[in-house]
Each structure stands twice: as C-alpha cells, then as structure tokens.
C-alpha cells in the first residue's frame, strides 16, 4: 500500500489541517515510510509469543469483582434538597 499526494491532501481536509503543497510533498514520502515500517511489522512471526504489559515482567494487580453499594449512599444524598431513604427526589417531568 502507498499514499500518493491526493490521498495526503483528502486527509488533511478530512482532518481540517492547513498544508501547503510544498508540506504535502513532504508527507507522502514519511507515510509512505511509515506504511511501509508497519508493513515489515506484520511480517514479524509472533506466534508463541505472549501479549506483554510491560517491557520488564510484572504481574497484573487484580481485585476481587464483588458487587456492593459502595456504602457511602448516605454521604451521596447528603446534600440533595430533597431524598428518600437513599434516593433523590426530583420533579416529577411527565404527567
């Protein structure tokens, strides 16, 4: 795949970036380089290799997945004018 000069002036419009011709010359040989690095990129045979976090090994910190309230539902609906046990009361919108 390669990028020719229309195709940088579309996506500059796309992207409503202001590019000189002399600018858009210039782009269609970087993202023709950077295409092309990607390219060698896919070509890499990554199989067996496990997805990484980081770059030095390190386990990932988990917490438990437990549903609660959070116990803090009276600090939420200290300050509304108006509750009900620990629900806001508001207008009613439809009748």
């Known amino acids: 795949m390669s990028v020719d000069l229309a ?3 579309r ?4 992207a409503r970036i202001a590019v000189t011709e002399e600018d858009a010359n210039r782009m269609v040989g970087e993202l023709n380089g950077i295409i092309n690095f990607v390219e060698q990129l896919s070509e890499v045979d990554v199989s067996g290799v496990e997805p990484m976090t980081s770059v030095t090994p390190m386990d990932m910190r988990k ?3 437990t549903v609660n309230d959070g ?4 600090d939420i609906v200290a300050n ?3 509750t009900d046990r620990d629900f806001f009361l508001v207008p009613k919108v439809v009748e």
């Open 7 to 9: 195709t940088v002036k």
């Open 63 to 65: 917490r438990k997945d």
């Open 80 to 82: 509304a004018p108006n």
């Open 71 to 74: 116990s803090k539902a009276a």
């Open 11 to 14: 996506v500059a419009r796309l």
